[in-house]
């Protein structure tokens, strides 16, 4: 009801489209309109068209569009009424409210109210804290930059905070719905989750307030404490510094990926602008995915410690997978970005930066400085690491220029390049091959050394696989699952026969037995399937939220089906195809199943 009492038109003449668009997607001029790439899809071609005249958006990938209502709706995850709410609120129109109203008024701007009035509180505590003044300053943050990165100070005690936000009227659950504060586990009442530390408010590309990093002085643990999760918050896909790094990113044509929230302060203050890190915790594909819409290079700047070192490794695949450039920085022994950057010298920084290896020359120079490479022994055993790592270089190319530089290492180096080279190039394709035979069938069956590699699986097939596994591990009720997507639906036919027979077992023997279900799928196009479920998937992939899983399978799915009938529809409008073709069929079968069909937006 309340949303015809808003004053819509007002509040879209006042917002500028692509302003707002651009907080999230790097737009650039293309006629009358702008153009960059879709942030509700994957794609690395522009389809994502903003119209600044008729304030309209459109992709021509997925098909989504509306207008800057819509955008916020989708992008922000909002309802039609919260996303006016925050945009009423943006560019000052005030809405007035029924009773009713005010009370369902959304999670988020209350949790956002309650930081932004802890911000302004640990702002006031760090001016009259002689201690963090001090801890920042001898760290080179000047006012300014505190000023900039609106940093603070949480004080020592339990209710600092918990007083101040009472004076302020801001209601206890929703502080701790915002993580602020903590219900006590003895006796009634709250508590400060952030006590006596140096606070970083996470701050999103829309400028919004929507969690708190605190670090703490000495040794106490744990070192960094971060605000929970919220309808705020989302840990995995927030990138700290993005705000101003999103700026800057597109003109750089690059993203600098550190650790930490001081590296991204030193860096981006000290030019590297285009600088981010992630919230604590290790790359996601919801990060890569958040700083693809802005740039397809990356160099990964971690501390040089082995956590760090491994966090790079772990990392830039992820990045690789969705098609990124990606280079990682050597980092000197016990430097970091801010430790390099804090005297104001830029050009180590530069120097490293220009300096930063693809990721197999990463690992070999790992393996390289793990050995005494003044003796023989050295070399054989550096070799031996760094031949393992060429192995899985896939491009002929690439490895051939590895295998040259690598010959420099090899004890015959002296007596003949050639030899050694023929030595390596040796060394490597035996190692590919046992590689080769680990990878395919198990003991006991025919393997064939020079096998095809393995056939590129869709994205949806692998979201599908994802979710059989965790039927398979009884981590999900298979009834459950099978009731929302049947096992007729899954597009893959490996992991159709698989669904199908997991869904046969479950209602013969009301649960899923991994024995019995192997003579199942004994000689079927599941066999294969089940096996590499049953090796592969570790715990991490096993507890993915299974609602996210389906959802992703539905969402590709739905995509899959539009490309489908994108191909599809000229050829039916031009006539190639025609009744009683098969393709003629098709399109109105997936025509009907996008309208009305159990998946259908
Ligand atoms: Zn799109």
């Not at 690491?385 to 491009?395: C, K, R």
């Not at 009720?477 to 199908?500: H, I, M, N, Y």
């Not at 191909?567 to 199943?593: C, M, N, Q, V």
Request: net charge negative; charged share 30%.
């Amino acid at each position: 009801m309340d949303a015809f009492r808003y004053p819509l038109e007002q509040i879209r003449d006042k917002c500028d489209l692509v302003e707002i668009v651009s907080a999230h997607v790097a737009l650039r001029r293309a006629g009358r309109a702008f153009v960059g790439l879709c942030p509700f899809h994957n794609e690395k071609t522009p389809s994502f068209h903003v119209n600044p005249e008729r304030q309209i958006w459109k992709c021509f990938g997925c098909g989504e569009g509306g207008d800057v209502f819509k955008f916020v709706q989708k992008m922000d995850n909002l309802t039609f009424p919260q996303a006016v709410e925050q945009l009423a609120k943006n560019v000052g129109v005030t809405i007035e409210r029924s009773e009713r109203a005010a009370r369902e008024y959304s999670d988020r701007e209350r949790i956002l109210r309650a930081n932004n009035v802890a911000c302004a509180f640990f702002r006031s505590e760090l001016a009259g804290s002689e201690k963090a003044k001090d801890y920042l300053s001898k760290r080179g943050l000047s006012d300014d930059i505190i000023d900039r990165y609106k940093l603070g100070y949480a004080p020592d005690g339990w209710d600092g905070l918990a007083n101040h936000l009472q004076q302020q009227r801001i209601e206890v659950a929703d502080a701790v719905k915002a993580g602020l504060l903590v219900p006590r586990e003895s006796s009634t009442g709250f508590y400060d989750r952030f006590r006596d530390r140096l606070i970083f408010p996470i701050v999103d590309p829309s400028e919004r307030i929507i969690a708190f990093g605190g670090r703490s002085f000495g040794d106490e643990q744990p070192k960094y404490l971060n605000s929970p999760e919220s309808a705020l918050f989302a840990k995995n896909k927030t990138l700290y510094g993005l705000n101003i790094a999103r700026k800057a990113i597109p003109g750089e044509n690059r993203a600098i990926v550190v650790e930490g929230y001081m590296d991204v302060i030193t860096a981006q203050s000290a030019g590297f602008t285009n600088t981010v890190a992630t919230m604590g915790t290790a790359l996601t594909e919801e990060h890569v995915t958040v700083i693809s819409r802005f740039t397809t290079n990356v160099v990964l700047a971690f501390d040089s410690d082995s956590a760090g070192m491994q966090a790079a490794l772990r990392g830039a695949p992820i990045f690789e997978q969705a098609g990124f450039a990606v280079r990682i920085l050597s980092m000197p022994k016990g430097e970091d970005p801010d430790s390099l950057l804090r005297g104001g010298d830029v050009s180590r920084f530069t120097e490293l930066l220009d300096r930063a290896l693809p990721i197999p020359d990463y690992r070999i120079k790992l393996a390289l400085s793990g050995h005494d490479l003044e003796t023989d022994e050295g070399k054989t055993a550096a070799l031996r690491e760094a031949i393992d790592v060429l192995a899985e270089v896939d491009s002929a190319v690439e490895r051939e220029r590895l295998v040259r530089f690598l010959a420099k290492y090899h004890p015959n180096f002296s007596t003949g390049t050639t030899l050694a080279e023929d030595h390596i190039r040796g060394e490597v394709s035996r190692r590919k091959s046992r590689r080769a035979r680990k990878g395919a069938a198990p003991a006991g069956r025919a393997a064939t050394p020079d096998q095809q590699p393995a056939q590129a699986i869709s994205p949806v097939q692998r979201w599908e696989r994802l979710l059989l596994g965790i039927i398979l591990f009884s981590r999900a009720d298979a009834s459950k699952v099978f009731d929302v997507l049947s096992p007729k639906e899954f597009t893959g036919e490996q992991t159709r026969a698989l669904a199908e027979a997991l869904s046969r077992q479950y209602s013969e023997l009301g649960k899923i037995d991994q024995e019995d279900l192997r003579d199942r799928v004994a000689d079927s196009p599941a066999e294969g399937l089940l096996l590499d479920l049953l090796m592969g998937l570790d715990e991490n992939e096993l507890n993915h939220p299974l609602d996210d899983v389906i959802q992703r399978v539905m969402a590709d799915k739905s995509n899959q089906r539009q490309a489908r009938l994108r191909e599809l529809a000229p050829k039916i409008s031009d006539g190639t195809i025609k009744g009683g073709d098969p393709e003629f069929d098709e399109y109105w079968r997936l025509a009907h199943e996008s309208s009305f069909g159990p998946l259908g937006r």
